[in-house]
């Protein structure tokens, strides 16, 4: 089963500095129908301003994924750690027992981000954080897997979950495959472009909600970005 759920249609809401789309309930947004995907269970396509951002704020018992889309982010939090990440990079934060954080676009341009969380295996461990610089290059034409909780995911960065984030960019013409094992459920964006996935046209910043498949073909139909969770 292949579900679009257009950009136009999720929820959100603008702030002056974030214009932000939800694709699950998050906030002020509840859609009983749109909970959770699995344990997947955020993803929030954020447009943050220049010199703003999320001030620090506490989180726990999650798994929170940021892909940089555009510009940066400049991340702060309670164990010392800080971090730029630029775009088409990732970074995971654990949050274990608890931890308080910010995320800044202290850029001189626009920064987007897709914030990710998923629910995690165990609760009440230590949290931590991490990122990592992912070359396009090494997903150029097929999914390279950015962080995974899967034990042979051993280069990726790693997440406490059941769940694996990939990404791919791909020409305009190209076709790659991403192969789903039993019982698994998969959430696919494109960052850009338009794309076909089994037959599915989606554009950018469409929700693609895949369950009950075992092969997905994802054609470009312009040069795209994708960014796909493959959860239990």
């Known amino acids: 089963m292949i579900e679009l759920r257009p950009y ?6 603008h702030h002056g500095w974030l214009d932000t789309r939800h694709h699950f309930s998050f ?15 955020v993803w929030n396509d954020d ?9 620090r704020h506490p989180h726990r018992d999650m798994e929170i994924i940021t892909y940089v889309r555009k ?22 934060m654990s949050a274990g027992t608890g931890i308080a954080h910010s995320e800044m676009n202290e850029e001189d ?28 290059g090494e997903r150029s034409g097929s999914f390279f897997t950015l962080a995974s909780g899967l034990p042979d995911d051993t280069e990726a960065l790693p997440i406490r979950a059941n ?9 305009a013409g190209q076709t790659t495959e991403y192969h ?38 994802v054609s470009a139909r312009q040069d795209s970005e994708i960014v796909l969770v493959d959860v239990a």
Do not use: C
């Not at 920064?111 to 610089?133: D, V, Y």
């Open 109 to 136: 341009e626009t920064t987007q981000i897709f914030q990710i969380w998923i629910m995690p295996n165990e609760k009440g461990l230590p949290p931590t954080w991490g990122t990592k610089p992912f070359p396009k």
């Open 180 to 217: 789903i094992a039993a019982g698994r459920k998969v959430y696919l964006v494109p960052a850009s472009g338009q794309i076909e996935v089994n037959g599915v046209l989606a554009t950018a910043g469409d929700g693609v909600a895949i369950s009950d498949e075992r092969l997905l073909q």
């Open 47 to 55: 447009t943050i301003a220049a010199h703003s951002g999320f001030p």
């Open 8 to 13: 136009q249609e999720l929820g959100g809401a």
């Open 71 to 92: 510009g940066a982010i400049t991340h702060k939090d309670s164990l010392g750690n800080s971090g730029r990440t630029e775009a088409g990079d990732v970074q995971v």
């Open 163 to 171: 769940a694996r984030m990939v990404a791919a960019t791909l020409k």
């Open 27 to 41: 906030a002020e947004y509840y859609d009983p129908e749109r909970m959770h995907w699995g344990n997947l269970r």
